[in-house]
């Protein structure tokens, strides 16, 4: 059994002079929901993208135990990647496509196939070109989930579909982890990490900024404060210890008074923040 | 490897109806005129024939117009050597930058199949086309000749059909290298690179200093009117042919499994 389905080692990716991501290492355990954050430009597409053997790289990568250059096409046969645009052959039928993808791995994953179709209410006999990105999206789904492989790669899964959809999405992804699949999946929404997600790394400018459980990263002393103080209607970000924000309210006319935790939002803002240094803007 | 082939072929085959029968019947609608000009020929012929430069670009005055075979290589062949070169140059300079030009690249390139596999699919799917695209034509020629109940010498037919699908084979391979090296589809410089290459051919036997290195293109060694007039044509021109398609495609396969694609 291995333990790790995902070790991303000094992974270094440079386009020309531009930057791509500059020495990540981080790790995905077996049979875990990682989520992997950071806002546009971040790293995280090439990061995945490199993973996939779609880009030249250096530093390692091991994909389920196997070395992403070398065994390139044996990881391939192991994961099931979901792209964010998820395009496809404007003039092929939605059958053809999902039957295209399992003759390719040499699979009859028709059954599968059907289940997966019936959930997520895709029409496999419509053409590629009249679906719109959500339903492209949901033949994107069967297409990864299909051959049931070992580890799911997603990115932006969840842009473009209704939030039924969304659900039903994750309903798939929670049945197929319990069978021992993992799951990396790369977004913007920070809910869906804190409801999903075991586990999360976070990117900024290229840079690994934090990777940890996401009950730990999401811990913080800082509390958003919203009242009424001397007549004027306050709302900031208190990142002192409490008995020094009870010194300072003292004397003061407090007609209304919040004291709550931050938002997830608020917190992972904190670290993508420009000024947020590689601890962790929060803490 | 076959399910991939299956689906490059299915990709590729309206076009190459579509152009195999335009150029087929245009041919055979070439071959067809030939009856109504019979009577005109000898006087077209003869004047062809003394046009300077202009009758040796088009094998004119190395073949009488005012026989099936002159008139089949300075008219048909002409149209068959413009045709099937654009249409392997089109199919080439798209055929590997189109996955990433549409965007499809991440769905292809996701499934467990490696780089080298896939162009090496993709080749075998553009060679399979052109068997195909040669066989139309001729069978539409063949119709020609048939219709007007004329034919040429069918064995010097042979070896033109088989010197143009040889000079396809090498202008696709040039192309594939192209589209090995850019992101975009590049129909315009595929084009561009088969009308360069005819050109050289017509300047080559225009200028006399240049009539040494016609070898080196592809057209130096499928003229029509060469192979009919049984000239010999010389073996560094094959010999060039070949050396130039390994080239292309040892690039082509050096290029493109070591590329960055584009998303």
């Known amino acids: ?283 | 490897m076959m399910v991939l082939l299956k689906h490059e072929w299915k990709q590729n085959v309206r076009n190459l109806l579509i152009w195999s029968l335009a150029v087929g019947a245009m041919g055979m609608l070439c071959i067809c005129l030939y009856a109504s000009m019979t009577e005109d020929m000898a006087e077209l012929s003869e004047s062809f024939s003394n046009m300077g430069a202009f009758s040796d670009a088009f094998g004119m005055s190395t073949l009488g117009i005012g026989t099936i075979a002159g008139y089949f290589a300075t008219e048909v062949g002409v149209v068959h050597s413009l045709g099937s070169s654009m249409f392997a140059a089109i199919m080439a300079s798209t055929i590997l930058s189109k996955e990433e030009d549409g965007h499809t690249g991440e769905f292809l390139y996701a499934l467990p199949v490696t780089r080298g596999k896939v162009i090496t699919t993709k080749i075998c799917s553009m060679v399979l086309s052109l068997v195909v695209f040669t066989t139309i034509t001729t069978a539409f020629y063949i119709l020609g000749f048939r219709i007007i109940d004329t034919w040429p010498d069918m064995e010097l037919f042979a070896i033109f059909m088989l010197s143009q699908f040889l000079m396809n084979l090498e202008v696709m391979c040039i192309c594939t290298m192209l589209s090995a090296f850019v992101k975009r589809n590049m129909i315009g410089a595929g084009l561009g690179i088969a009308l360069l290459l005819y050109v050289y051919d017509l300047m080559g036997r225009v200028v006399p200093d240049a009539k040494e290195y016609l070898f080196i293109g592809p057209f130096g060694y499928a003229n029509a009117s060469e192979i009919f007039a049984k000239r010999d044509i010389p073996s560094a021109a094959y010999i060039c042919g070949v050396c130039i398609m390994m080239m292309a495609l040892v690039i082509t396969y050096l290029k493109y499994t070591r590329k960055d694609l584009a998303s």
């Open chain 1, 1 to 283: 059994m291995i333990e790790k389905a995902i070790e991303i080692n000094h992974l270094t990716k440079h386009y020309g002079k531009h930057r791509g991501v500059e020495d990540v290492s981080f790790s995905v355990e077996a049979g875990d929901i990682f989520g992997f954050l950071g806002p546009n430009g971040a790293g995280k597409s090439t990061t995945i993208r490199s993973m996939l053997g779609f880009l030249q790289y250096e530093g390692e990568i091991r994909i389920l135990g196997m070395d992403a250059r070398k065994d390139h096409e044996r990881i391939l046969r192991e994961v099931g990647y979901m792209p964010s645009e998820a395009m496809f052959y404007p003039s092929m039928r939605v059958r053809d496509v999902i039957r295209l993808s399992a003759e390719v791995r040499g699979m009859d994953c028709k059954r599968e196939a059907k289940m997966l179709c019936d959930r997520l209410r895709v029409d496999v006999d419509r053409k590629i070109n009249e679906l719109s990105l959500g339903n492209r999206k949901k033949v994107s789904i069967v297409c990864a989930m299909q051959h049931k492989p070992n580890l799911f790669i997603f990115d932006e899964p969840t842009s473009g579909l209704d939030p039924l959809m969304q659900n039903t999405f994750f309903e798939l992804i929670a049945e197929y982890v319990k069978g021992g699949t993992t799951c990396m999946l790369s977004t913007h929404v920070l809910s869906e990490v804190k409801k999903y997600c075991n586990h999360v790394a976070i990117m900024k400018e290229g840079q690994l900024v934090s990777a940890g459980s996401v009950s730990e990263l999401t811990h913080t002393s800082s509390k958003r404060v919203t009242g009424t103080i001397d007549g004027q209607q306050v709302d900031y970000l208190y990142t002192k210890d409490m008995n020094q924000l009870l010194e300072e309210l003292h004397g003061k006319n407090v007609t209304d008074l919040n004291i709550m935790d931050p938002s997830i939002d608020e917190i992972f803002m904190g670290y993508y923040s420009k000024d947020a240094d590689r601890e962790g803007a929060m803490r």
